[in-house]
């Protein structure tokens, strides 16, 4: 076996406890949970790869703890019964994975593996549109094809469309966005991304996206969100050498459209940096109906943001507005970075001296000198497409957006 490799998932593993830990520990449950059940998936993964590895009962035991960490949130919080029984998960199991020595694991494995499942489903977000800064056209958009139709059925007896791809510069909120409609239509929220599909072996990526689609046809009304759409609905041109993920691709557009099940009251968002790299299949109506750009804050949107993140935090003399208006082209987490990298700034100087200080407009001036808008190389790949692949019209919100930012 690769020490090294399993050395890698381990860490994998480590740092998504260590977010989930963080987020739990200030109050944020709901993505809490999502981070403990990616160190469970990695984990779980760890011992299926090398099942006579030394370290397979500290996985499991380690997966067990999170798994039940989970179940206590979601009782805590009204997501679960309080008098449903808990499921106990033995470590030891039967046959086929080595723990220390002895074959023990597959149970728990596969009991780890139904429950996560489970799980997963149960998280019901907090956010609404009012804790989501800006992005008005976009709030708008999903809330007369979304929210309003879910609300009021009788009105649009027609149908209503159950897909919305969500495009732009990385860290602009497009997740946010997505667990802000689940939470206006008080439904559940299940994030998806590329390592909660794929597996190893033959056939069985497709069987856990069909199953992820169960849970949530279960479950309705529920949210999918694919994060990194590209990355699980790539252009299948693209995958001639690629067998397995060509099927996936094929299976997640059956799904979509519902061919063996029912998809009512199940509501699939997407997320991607590069729509050009999504296969065309799923841009018809009845898959993503819609297309929405999410573009970088406006001015007043910037400045609502900057204040979000100096709430709390010892500045003086710090003018907002003027930090808003310098800072065009930032996305919300290049404005979120700035005010990191303007309290470092002060931390810094205060620990050299010895004597605390507050914020000042200083050190926000050398953070703009450190942090630039991360968003221009994603402006100046999207200009081509824009310039040259439009023909469908699916970039003309785009290409008006950056007509007026002089970026075309």
């Known amino acids: 076996m690769s020490v090294v490799a399993a050395r890698e998932l381990e860490e994998d593993a480590r740092k998504y406890a260590s977010e989930a830990i963080r987020l739990d520990s200030q109050g944020a449950h709901g993505m809490a949970i999502q981070m403990y059940q990616r160190a469970i998936s990695t984990l779980i993964k760890l011992v299926h790869l090398y099942p006579e590895y030394h370290l397979n009962r500290q996985y499991l035991e380690r997966a067990t703890v999170y798994h039940e960490r989970v179940k206590a949130i979601q009782q805590a919080h009204g997501l679960i019964p309080q008098d449903q029984p808990s499921e106990e998960l033995p470590v030891e199991g039967t046959t086929n994975v080595q723990v220390g020595g002895n074959t023990k694991g597959p149970q728990v494995v596969q009991q780890l593996k139904a429950s996560f ?29 979304i929210v309003f139709p879910f609300l009021r059925p009788d009105l649009f007896k027609l149908g209503w ?55 949530a046809r279960r479950n309705a009304p529920c949210v999918l969100f694919f994060d990194e759409l590209d990355a699980i609905g790539q252009k299948r041109v693209q995958l001639q050498h690629h067998g397995s993920m060509r099927n996936v691709v094929n299976q997640l557009l059956q799904e979509l ?39 970088p804050p406006d001015e007043p949107a910037r400045l609502a943001i900057l204040q979000h993140h100096v709430k709390g935090r010892p500045v003086e003399g710090v003018d907002l507005r003027a930090m808003a208006a310098r800072t065009d082209g930032f996305s919300g987490a290049d404005l979120a970075h700035l005010c990191e990298t303007a309290t470092e700034n002060a931390l810094e100087q205060s620990v050299q001296t010895g004597v605390m ?27 081509n497409f824009v310039l040259f692949g439009n023909e469908s019209g699916a970039y003309d919100e785009l290409m008006a957006y950056m007509k007026t930012k002089k970026l075309l």
Do not use: Y
Not at 178 to 197: C, M, N, P, Q, W
């Open 117 to 145: 499942s489970e799980l997963v489903i149960k998280e019901k977000p907090e956010v609404k549109w009012d804790d989501v800064i800006g992005l008005e056209d976009c709030k708008g958009a999903i809330r007369e094809s």
């Open 161 to 215: 469309p159950r897909g919305i791809l969500l495009f732009g510069p990385p860290g602009c909120g497009k997740t946010f966005i997505a667990r802000a409609t689940a939470g206006e239509l008080g439904a559940r929220f299940l994030g998806i991304g590329l390592s909660d599909i794929l597996d190893m072996w033959l056939g069985q990526s497709e069987h856990r996206l069909h199953e992820l689609f169960e849970n």
């Open 257 to 295: 459209d519902g061919v063996d099940s029912n998809n009512e009251g199940v509501f699939v968002l997407g997320a991607t940096n590069h729509p050009w790299d999504v296969d065309t299949a799923f841009l018809r109506p009845g898959r993503f109906d819609r297309i929405l750009v999410v573009v």
């Open 357 to 383: 200080r507050s914020i000042t407009s200083a050190d926000f001036q050398d953070a703009l000198r450190q942090v630039r808008p991360s968003t221009r190389p994603w402006f100046e790949t999207a200009r």
